[in-house]
């Protein structure tokens, strides 16, 4: 019986030994080094000193001047190892294993060497990572702070690996330099792929590689802590997005348990099979769409694109097939994700090669493009297309060269370079700080290239000039940066509290130009008023249409909101985030430059408007700025919480595509481990979060709350506070959730779209503004589950639309029914879909419906 016992433990625990066996922990060999001393960073990770590993005698070690507002951490950051001359490490390493190599570079002035003459090369071995590399032109060009390299070592046959730096001789008083080191001991995650367009395969279990790109495709960030032990840092996927479909996220219910199998679980962390991005079920959209991802790269090297599949919707063959395109090219013309992996919530991954030829599409700068389109031919049951993750890696050559040429700063940043040189000749000591600050955290090289194509064929901003600003990640860190205050004409002035970095990437303008600009702040120009103060419309460079905010000195907002919205949005690009052109600080004014939205607030559109918002129209508006938002609280390693969103803020361009504006009292979160930042509330009344009221600790929750409130409002078209209803409808929030709860919604929808809402879709919107609207920031949902339901009750919405076409017609076949048939099962499935958390919405707190409902200013901050 003892030994029954025994052996009843052995096999319940067999499974879990198993699966032990497959998680990769190579930690034990690991060398995590810093310039330095070393220490801990803000992820917990130990760094040890580089010393004992250093083969140099003329090697200096120096802090950074400045550091800049989007460092994830003073280790291993803030202290480079400078090498006037040639110098070596030597690591201990096993000859059979293949080993990360990561290398840290953070441009600043050290001492007396400014990063801007540091040109060299490394080697690795036999092999060539950099040649001839300029840390401060890329993170220049690529508009980052700092920037990691990472590299996949393949055996080296060799006991050590000796990491040489050597100073280019071509640059006088080059050095070389490094920040960090990371060797680490991997599994072998590669072997032979099939290389497109050709029959044969490559072998890439042999070669070293070098990271490009690694994405959570439809996912949120996942940092290295986060990863599946290999340290890895996993980014989101939008900003690659070209064309005109960039599809619908989708994630896995909560209670799905990813099935490995045989696949090691190390490959990728389960959140990356969690999360996908598809085109969607409406037919009419996804056989016409291609789901497209840009990617920039350097030329004539081969590259292996590791594409990672797990539908957790489908469990047949052929129920979803697709194509898969690289560089339009067909490289799966039939891929059918359970047909590959066997079942529901099988992950599975595919790799390819392909060579990317120099200017192979008219550009100065090569692209990679990765497409998937349905494929109808086999006719599937359903006609769409998804992706859960992809990599991107370029191989070494037959000469074991990986390096490529340092990338080109765009000619608005060099003209913005120029002129913060010109206005800030006292800054000049920052102005030395050549890192640019808009990079997301733990980003590493190339991975972070701007999608320089991607921005060339959108519309120009300034013209006569090409913007190369990445729309990549956005820069999170602390936005008050120090600094003793300048004086310009005899008045003080917060100049030096926008860092160098922050005024290199917008354009300064002199006061002499905002006022021609706008005809000496004419009255006649005013096209709004805000917190801040007046909006001017101008026209700057001989037609370029731009708003200018001009702070009032009465304004409650100042100086710290001033520079707050230029550490902010200079450092962000991206398509539904307004765009700061620049700013101007002279004589006692402080005026800020913007893209000019032509169709102004979403406020405007609501209300006793001419021509009202379809419920189509008011749909994608919330869609476009739940991306704003959600790129801000996910778009890499910090969250960075607006605190002021409300429909005066969503702005609206000549196309009705939505943009989040006014920063001026956003927040980062330089240590969200604890949750929360503490800070004095702000914000809008009737759009304040309760929980962030009471607490005074402020999360991207509250920005979940004041969106819900949005959503509100752009059903009933009514504002958050009216003070002259009747005590219990004064605030929209608290009336909205009672008339939810009570079955009542149909009584305060705004008249010029009721009856025109698909139920379905009216029920999904409503649920979504219901839990963003929770009393507890746990039980919101997040900006992602919410702008994913709302892109669902689009397609509702839009299906209905299809529909009546087609009964209008009259001539439909039975496919038409079928297919019909079809997007309503798949609307079903969806439906069974949670958003949130797992705690369902409890009944209003009699607390927090006591605070708004005797707030009645609605004048806000």
């Known amino acids: 019986m003892h030994a029954n016992t025994h052996n009843f433990f052995f096999l319940v625990c067999l499974p879990f030994l198993l699966n032990a066996l497959h998680v990769w922990s190579g930690e034990s060999d690991s060398l995590v080094l810093s310039s330095g001393n070393g220490g801990t960073d803000t992820d917990g990770r130990k760094w040890g000193a580089d010393s004992k590993y250093l083969d140099a005698k003329n090697s200096i070690t120096s802090t950074a001047a400045f550091q800049d507002p989007s460092l994830s951490s003073v280790i291993p950051y803030m202290t480079a190892r400078i090498f006037p001359s040639e110098a070596s490490y030597k690591f201990p390493v096993k000859s059979t294993k293949r080993y990360w190599l990561r290398l840290h570079f953070y441009p600043s002035a050290y001492s007396n060497f400014n990063a801007a003459d540091s040109y060299f090369s490394v080697t690795a071995n036999t092999l060539t990572l950099l040649k001839n590399f300029s840390a401060s032109i890329t993170c220049q060009a690529l508009s980052q702070a700092y920037i990691v390299r990472e590299y996949s070592l393949a055996p080296l046959e060799s006991e050590t690996l000796t990491v040489v730096f050597k100073p280019s001789n071509n640059h006088p008083g080059a050095f070389a330099f490094v920040n960090g080191i990371e060797v680490i001991p991997m599994p072998e995650l590669f072997d032979a792929a099939p290389m497109v367009g050709s029959p044969t395969e490559v072998d890439v279990k042999s070669l070293t590689t070098e990271t490009m790109y690694r994405l959570n495709v439809g996912g949120q960030y996942i940092s290295p802590a986060n990863d599946s032990g290999l340290t890895r840092a996993w980014y989101d996927d939008l900003p690659y997005i070209i064309g005109a479909a960039s599809g619908t996220t989708n994630h896995a219910s909560p209670k799905l348990q990813i099935q490995y199998q045989d696949m090691p679980k190390y490959i990728a962390p389960e959140d990356v099979y969690k999360s996908s991005r598809s085109l969607g079920v409406v037919t009419s959209i996804t056989q016409n769409f291609n789901l497209t991802w840009q990617f920039q790269v350097d030329p004539k090297f081969m590259y292996l694109v590791r594409l990672y599949f797990c539908d957790y919707y489908y469990s047949k063959e052929n129920q979803l097939v697709f194509s898969i395109f690289i560089n339009n090219q067909t490289a799966e013309p039939t891929a059918d994700v359970i047909g590959w992996s066997g079942g529901k919530g099988v992950p599975i991954y595919k790799d390819y090669v392909i060579y990317v030829k120099e200017d192979g599409w008219g550009n100065q700068t090569p692209t990679l493009l990765l497409a998937l389109h349905p494929q109808g031919e086999s006719k599937p049951e359903f006609l769409d297309a998804m992706l859960n993750g992809v990599e991107l890696f370029k191989l070494g050559d037959s000469t074991g060269n990986l390096a490529g040429p340092n990338p080109q700063p765009s000619a608005m940043l060099i003209k913005a370079e120029q002129e913060k040189k010109t206005f800030k000749k006292s800054d000049d000591t920052k102005g030395k700080v050549i890192g640019g600050a808009a990079g997301g955290a733990a980003a590493f090289g190339i991975v972070a290239a701007i999608c320089v194509v991607v921005l060339y064929q959108r519309k120009r901003r300034i013209p006569g000039s090409e913007s190369q600003t990445s729309s990549w990640l956005p820069l999170y860190g602390n936005s008050h940066t120090t600094g003793t205050k300048s004086t310009i004409s005899g008045k003080s002035t917060a100049s030096s509290g926008i860092s160098a970095a922050a005024q290199g990437l917008c354009r300064h303008f002199s ?63 991206h398509k539904h985030l307004v765009s700061l052109i620049g700013f101007c600080e002279e004589d006692g004014e402080m005026c800020l430059v913007y893209d000019y939205m032509a169709r102004g607030t979403l406020r405007e559109h609501i209300y006793k408007c001419k021509q009202p918002l379809s419920w189509k129209q008011r749909l994608e508006i919330c869609i476009g700025a739940a991306r704003g938002l959600h790129y801000l609280h996910t778009g890499a390693r910090y969250t960075i919480i607006h605190r002021d969103v409300k429909t005066t803020n969503i702005l609206l361009d000549e196309n009705w595509v939505a943009k989040v504006s006014d920063f001026g009292l956003s927040k980062t979160g330089p240590n969200m481990n604890n949750g929360h930042v503490s800070t004095v509330v702000k914000g809008s009344f009737g759009y304040l979060d309760p929980e962030y009221f009471r607490r005074q600790q402020l999360t991207e929750k509250s920005d979940i709350y004041s969106f819900g409130v949005v959503l509100f409002e752009v059903l009933s078209a009514r504002p958050a506070l009216n003070p002259s209803l009747p005590k219990e409808q004064v605030s929209l929030a608290d009336w909205a959730l009672h008339c939810k709860r009570k079955g009542t919604l149909d009584d305060i929808i705004d008249p010029t779209v009721k009856g025109k809402i698909n139920p379905e879709c009216l029920k999904k919107f409503a649920d979504t503004a219901e839990k963003c609207l929770a009393d507890a920031g746990f039980e919101r949902p997040s900006m992602g589950d919410v702008l994913w339901n709302l892109e669902f009750a689009l397609q509702l919405q839009e299906n209905l639309q299809d529909g009546s076409s087609h009964s209008s017609q009259g001539q439909e076949s039975d496919d038409t029914s079928e297919e019909s048939l079809r997007n309503r099962n798949m609307a079903m499935h969806y439906r069974n879909l949670n958003i949130g958390s797992e705690h369902e919405g409890s009944d209003e707190s009699s607390e927090s419906s006591a605070i708004f409902s005797q707030i009645v200013n609605p004048k806000g901050r």
Do not use: C, H, W
């Open 511 to 573: 006061l002499a130009e905002i006022k021609q600009a706008t005809k000496s702040f004419d009255e006649s120009n005013v096209i709004g008023v805000g917190g801040f103060g007046k909006v001017y419309k101008g026209v700057i460079d001989a037609g370029m249409k731009v708003a200018i905010k001009r702070s009032n000195p009465s304004s409650e907002q100042g100086v710290n909101e001033f520079q707050t919205e230029i550490e902010m949005l200079s450092k962000l690009r």
